[in-house]
């Protein structure tokens, strides 16, 4: 079992940045890719960057581009999300996951995800 605990939500002004942390605990794997995702309300969770085990592999969602940043940190088992240039648009609940044996694209489309965090709220200001 793998449990994933999100921090680093707020309040911001749009413009300002934030920086979200998912911290891994519980069983290991070798291989894996890590995500973070988000829902606005009355709309479906949605793809926002994902992030292979070895840092190798990078992916964003094209609404995230440039302004959003994944990167990890094996040792304290962290995934982190730069987020600058935050538009009202970015307000969601962000939710991390964690994939094992899977792939950046399967993650892409949601597929394949073994474990979710329990989401930390966005809210960008206009």
């Known amino acids: 079992q793998v449990q994933l605990v999100e921090s680093g939500g707020g309040l911001v002004q749009a413009g300002g940045s934030l920086r979200l942390s998912c911290a891994a605990s519980g069983r290991t794997f070798s291989r894996y890719f890590m995500g973070w995702f988000r829902q606005a309300p009355g709309k479906e969770r949605e793809f926002v960057a994902t992030?292979?085990?070895?840092?190798?592999?990078?992916y964003y969602a094209d609404s995230v581009k440039g302004r959003f940043t994944i990167s990890g940190d094996n040792a304290k088992r962290t995934v982190y999300l730069q987020m600058n240039s935050l538009k009202p648009e970015d307000t969601a609940v962000y939710y991390c996951?964690?994939?094992?044996?899977?792939?950046?694209?399967?993650?892409?489309?949601?597929?394949?995800?073994?474990?979710w965090g329990q989401g930390t709220q966005v809210t960008v200001s206009s």
């Open positions: 992030i292979s085990w070895s840092g190798a592999t990078i």
């Open positions: 996951a964690a994939a094992f044996d899977g792939s950046a694209q399967a993650m892409a489309i949601m597929r394949g995800i073994n474990y």
